[in-house]
């Protein structure tokens, strides 16, 4: 029986690999049969004798091709199939010529190799920067995403409208960017710049809302704040006044506060017109002050002289009682009335 050798074994024996095996077979070098389930088998004797020739001959006869080209053509015409050409056969240079094309065809299946191992692995890294790449734009969502989720939830009060708020969202949305919030903002300073956009945001309609509650609030306020300059006024009152001249005043004081008066006005400038009304009235009072001190020294002026002139006439009244108590002048005078009174 028969001994039939795998490509491998066989190669083993001739001292070559099992490609090189399969290529002799290819090229009739070594006869083999084939498997039930299609695998090379190459007899044990066959693989022998390519030895012992090799051995005996290496480089072989080199037929003529023109000799060897007849001979193919006559088979071909008598009928029979060409028989492929024996390894053993093929002169050196021609064999020579098929080595050198082997190796051009190996090492153009290597540059293929290379080229598509290098693509597979460009392919790889286009992948993985593709991945990358995603994962950074999601995250970068995401923390865009948080950034206007927390203008909104912290920054718009409830008391917003909601269309002041649809509005709103609409500005963060398009405010709320990778170019203005960028990656490597520090979480403070970017809520501080959210908080800043928020008010700007909400700047037109907070005005609008200040204005009509200071609008609806307004009798109160300027009432308020009138109060506020006379009660100030009344409070710097010197001591000295008098019930009246403190009514005159309170009414003075806010008579000038309400005639000044305009709209966001403070308590601070209704209390500042009340202190020029007491400084003007403080003025006036001590000119009048002065003019009631002069009327009160001439007064005393007019007594001293009117007690002076009381003084001197005591003084006469005393001569003249003394010059009576000589009797002179009593008698003689006596003396005249009692002629008068016979005459009537």
Not at 129 to 135: V, Y
Not at 254 to 278: C, F, N, P
Not at 317 to 329: I, K, L, M, P, V
Request: net charge negative; proline share 3%; charged share 45%.
């Amino acid at each position: 029986m028969s001994d039939l050798l795998s490509p491998a074994a066989a190669g083993a024996l001739m001292g070559v690999g099992a490609d090189r095996i399969a290529q002799l077979v290819r090229d009739g070098t070594l006869n083999a049969t084939r498997t039930p389930g299609g695998h090379i088998r190459i007899d044990r004797v066959e693989v022998e004798r390519v030895v012992a020739d090799r051995a005996g001959n290496p480089t072989g006869p080199a037929p003529d091709d023109e000799t060897d080209d007849m001979s193919r053509e006559s088979a071909t015409m008598d009928g029979d199939s060409p028989r492929r050409q024996n390894w053993e056969d093929v002169p050196p240079w021609k064999r020579r010529v098929r080595e050198a094309q082997a190796d051009v065809e190996v090492l153009s299946l290597d540059d293929q190799k290379e080229k598509l191992r290098a693509a597979r692995a460009d392919r790889e890294a286009a992948r993985e920067r593709a991945e990358s790449e995603r994962e950074r734009r999601d995250e970068e969502a995401k923390r865009l995403k948080q950034l206007k989720a927390h203008a909104m939830a912290w920054y718009v009060g409830f008391d917003v409208p909601s269309n002041v708020r649809a509005h709103v969202a609409r500005e963060i949305e398009q405010a709320v960017t990778s170019a203005r919030y960028p990656s490597g903002l520090t979480l403070e300073h970017a809520h501080a710049l959210l908080k800043a956009d928020v008010d700007g945001f909400l700047a037109d309609w907070r005005k609008q809302r200040d204005a009509e509650v200071r609008a609806k609030q307004e009798p109160l306020i300027r009432e308020t704040t009138i109060l506020a300059g006379v009660v100030h006024g009344m409070k710097q009152m010197p001591d000295e006044w008098d019930a009246e001249t403190r009514k005159a005043f309170e009414h003075e004081c806010r008579r000038a506060v309400t005639r000044e008066y305009t709209v966001g006005m403070d308590q601070d400038d209704a209390k500042a017109i009340a202190d020029e009304v007491l400084d003007r009235w403080l003025g006036d009072y001590s000119s009048d002050r002065e003019s009631v001190e002069q009327d009160e020294r001439d007064d005393d002026a007019f007594d001293d002289e009117e007690e002076e002139e009381e003084e001197e006439e005591e003084d006469d009244d005393d001569t003249y009682d003394d010059e009576n108590e000589d009797g002179d002048f009593e008698d003689g005078e006596d003396d005249e009335d009692d002629e008068d009174d016979e005459r009537w």
